[in-house]
């Protein structure tokens, strides 16, 4: 009978465990960590039932193959990191020889850690060109009480961290939109950049973009640089809407014009979507709340539904 137990516990220790709600990143991913865990969990009921430890060998976790793979996390190796602002970084990670993610337009990847002995995952998405060679680079804003932030803080060069995906995105076609017109909050930022940097690298696209970036102050701007070379071509305008300067007077004055101090409200939005080029597509990217009111606003400026895309 004792026999009988051991071997039950030692079962129960190789049963997968089901994933906690905070580690599914909510972003609808296919397949997202539960069909891993419930694939995971099946393959473990017909080992057990047949008594067969060896039919879990098969249990690939992770890989070191440097593969970027959905259903499994791949090994990639930090090669730089640098402070943009006091609570956000930008990650760049290696890719072996002169590979590629190959990832397309707006697709994020989904990272695991583990903190506390609590495994934790997350959704970030690239802001290296999908076809980046050799790396791929992730803008991560640290939240003070966060899980993965502890766990993010940490990193440094060398160090080997694990991805999984490519998951969504916005399937963008050159000239399928007259414009647009992208509002993001914060690191909401990041999905927008491949797109831009599609349209400017391709000279047969003439996609008009109004970018509105939303942060609470001008040294909170992620990306200043960057941001400047994409907004030198003929088609991007860029505008800042910065809720906690009182002054434009303070900023250099080649950002005075296209800034604003407040928050992106309806009648900011109706200003903006006004002086579009043309009617504009809208592509949507912050925090829930700030989706939600954007959603809100666009629809009281004349833009429906079907013309928004939510990251």
């Given at each position: 009978?004792?026999?009988?137990?051991?071997?039950?516990?030692?079962?129960m220790?190789?049963?997968?465990?089901?994933?906690?709600?905070?580690?599914?990143?909510g972003?609808?991913?296919?397949?997202?960590?539960?069909?891993?865990?419930?694939?995971?969990?099946?393959?473990?009921?017909?080992?057990?039932?047949?008594q067969?430890?060896?039919?879990?060998?098969?249990?690939?976790?992770?890989?070191n193959?440097?593969?970027?793979?959905?259903?499994?996390?791949?090994?990639?190796?930090?090669?730089s990191?640098?402070?943009?602002?006091?609570?956000?970084?930008?990650y760049?990670?290696?890719?072996?020889?002169?590979?590629?993610?190959?990832?397309?337009?707006?697709?994020?990847?989904?990272?695991?850690?583990?903190?506390?002995?609590?495994?934790?995952?997350?959704?970030?998405?690239?802001?290296?060109?999908?076809?980046?060679?050799?790396?791929?680079?992730?803008?991560?804003?640290?939240?003070?009480?966060?899980?993965?932030?502890?766990?993010?803080?940490?990193w440094?060069?060398?160090?080997?961290?694990?991805?999984?995906?490519?998951?969504?995105?916005?399937?963008?076609?050159?000239?399928?939109?007259?414009?647009?017109?992208?509002?993001?909050?914060?690191?909401?930022?990041?999905?927008?950049?491949?797109?831009?940097?599609?349209?400017?690298?391709?000279?047969?696209?003439?996609?008009?973009?109004?970018?509105?970036?939303?942060?609470?102050?001008?040294?909170?701007?992620?990306?200043?640089?960057?941001?400047?070379?994409?907004?030198?071509?003929?088609?991007?305008?860029?505008?800042?809407v910065?809720?906690?300067?009182?002054?434009?007077?303070?900023?250099?004055?080649?950002?005075?014009?296209?800034t604003?101090?407040?928050?992106?409200?309806?009648?900011?939005?109706?200003?903006?979507?006004?002086?579009?080029?043309?009617?504009?597509?809208?592509?949507?990217?912050?925090?829930?709340?700030?989706?939600?009111?954007?959603t809100?606003?666009?629809?009281?400026?004349?833009?429906?539904?079907?013309?928004?895309?939510?990251?």
């Amino acid at each position: 009978l004792q026999a009988m137990n051991d071997n039950e516990q030692d079962w129960m220790a190789l049963r997968p465990q089901e994933p906690s709600p905070s580690q599914c990143c909510g972003s609808g991913c296919k397949p997202c960590i539960y069909d891993v865990y419930e694939k995971e969990l099946a393959q473990w009921e017909r080992a057990k039932a047949m008594q067969d430890k060896s039919l879990l060998m098969g249990k690939e976790e992770q890989s070191n193959n440097s593969e970027l793979n959905p259903d499994t996390f791949t090994a990639f190796s930090v090669s730089s990191v640098e402070q943009l602002t006091e609570d956000t970084y930008q990650y760049k990670f290696e890719l072996p020889g002169n590979s590629s993610l190959r990832l397309s337009l707006g697709q994020h990847i989904v990272l695991r850690g583990v903190v506390n002995g609590l495994e934790v995952q997350r959704a970030y998405t690239p802001i290296s060109p999908g076809n980046a060679e050799g790396y791929f680079e992730v803008l991560i804003k640290c939240y003070e009480a966060g899980l993965m932030s502890q766990y993010i803080k940490t990193w440094k060069r060398g160090d080997v961290v694990f991805w999984r995906g490519p998951f969504g995105g916005f399937p963008y076609q050159p000239n399928k939109h007259g414009e647009l017109l992208m509002l993001a909050s914060g690191t909401g930022l990041a999905p927008m950049i491949p797109i831009l940097q599609s349209i400017t690298d391709d000279e047969e696209d003439e996609t008009f973009v109004t970018l509105v970036g939303c942060f609470p102050t001008f040294d909170k701007i992620y990306l200043k640089p960057r941001l400047q070379d994409l907004a030198r071509y003929w088609n991007i305008r860029i505008f800042y809407v910065l809720s906690q300067e009182t002054s434009l007077e303070e900023l250099p004055w080649s950002y005075q014009e296209n800034t604003y101090t407040s928050h992106l409200s309806e009648d900011l939005m109706k200003t903006i979507v006004n002086s579009c080029r043309r009617k504009p597509f809208a592509l949507i990217c912050g925090s829930s709340a700030f989706n939600e009111d954007m959603t809100r606003y666009l629809k009281a400026a004349g833009i429906e539904e079907n013309s928004c895309f939510v990251f």
